[in-house]
């Protein structure tokens, strides 16, 4: 009924919008809609001044359960851009879109980047990142082609940081024993970055791509059973939700719970994972503490 009420309102106000959208702030920025915190996040580094970036999503929160608001439709229909991430982390854009009555064009970023299946997470993956960014300096160039050059700069500078990220996390990973690279987290938002660096995913407490849903008696046993058999010394909770569930997986298995991880979000501003390069570095950082048993510690930018 909420969500019902809340779409309602949200077409009421798009009608009073209609017509209303300008494709330009009041302080001469190009306005951008952007779903997630990571897409925020690369829409403000390739923008930069020049681009005033409405972000959806708040840190730290679960895109699979949210719901559109008024103020959300209100910001799609006066934008020059949509950013929006894809899959179903963001599907409930298309409300939005449908009420705002928008005809501002939506980069999907998941198109442009190396998909694998139905998994939404790709940004996990940094060479994904670099793509995305590619993608957002073309939409920003034919949005605003009078500072198509600034975007063209700015996205370079940033790809490079991106690029440096990646090596380094890599470098720092090598260094980490195979069989000790096990992972167990809340729900299945890693496997871009367990692909890249080689690290075997052994299960999570919720199996699937989405947080909604609960896990099973059984389900719950057999991880735990999986987790003693295989060694695992630590499991990882998501920041984003409460590790209840993974601490007492943890005790029943003989593990401890890790550092949380920034999975579906990024976190809030003096944060670790505040800003995309952030949320890599310190979701390496706490894997390896967690594999290692804090016996090695990374050197990363970001």
Not at 129 to 158: F, G, K, N, P, W
Request: charged share 20%.
């Amino acid at each position: 009924m909420r969500s019902a009420v809340l779409l309602l309102a949200a077409i009421g106000l798009a009608a009073l919008l209609a017509g209303c959208g300008s494709g330009s702030s009041a302080a001469g920025r190009l306005p951008v809609v952007a779903t997630t915190t990571q897409a925020a996040d690369l829409v403000r580094n390739v923008g930069g001044p020049r681009v005033a970036v409405h972000q959806i999503l708040a840190p730290n929160s679960d895109p699979h359960d949210y719901e559109v608001r008024p103020h959300d439709v209100r910001a799609v229909a006066d934008a020059a851009l949509v950013v929006r991430s894809g899959g179903d982390v963001d599907a409930w854009l298309k409300d939005a879109i449908g009420a705002s009555g928008t005809q501002a064009p939506v980069l999907t970023l998941i198109d442009h980047v190396a998909r694998e299946g139905d998994d939404p997470h790709w940004w996990q993956d940094p060479r994904n990142a670099e793509r995305a960014v590619a993608a957002i300096r073309d939409a920003l160039s034919r949005a605003d082609r009078t500072h198509a050059a600034a975007y063209r700069q700015r996205a370079r500078a940033y790809s490079t940081r991106i690029a440096a990220l990646d090596s380094a996390v890599a470098h720092c990973l090598d260094h980490v024993p195979p069989a000790r690279r096990k992972l167990v987290t809340s729900h299945d938002a890693l496997g871009y970055y367990a692909r890249r660096y080689g690290i075997d995913v052994l299960g999570t407490v919720i199996p699937s791509l989405s947080t909604a849903g609960q896990p099973s008696a059984g389900e719950i046993a057999a991880l735990i059973a999986t987790i003693r058999r295989a060694g695992v010394s630590a499991i990882f909770a998501e920041s984003s939700v409460n590790p209840k569930v993974e601490q007492a997986i943890a005790d029943q298995a003989g593990a401890r719970v890790g550092r949380p991880l920034w999975a579906d979000s990024l976190g809030p501003p003096g944060s670790s994972g505040a800003t995309y390069l952030s949320s890599i570095a310190a979701n390496t950082r706490a894997l390896v503490d967690g594999f290692t048993g804090g016996r090695q510690t990374c050197a990363l930018p970001g």
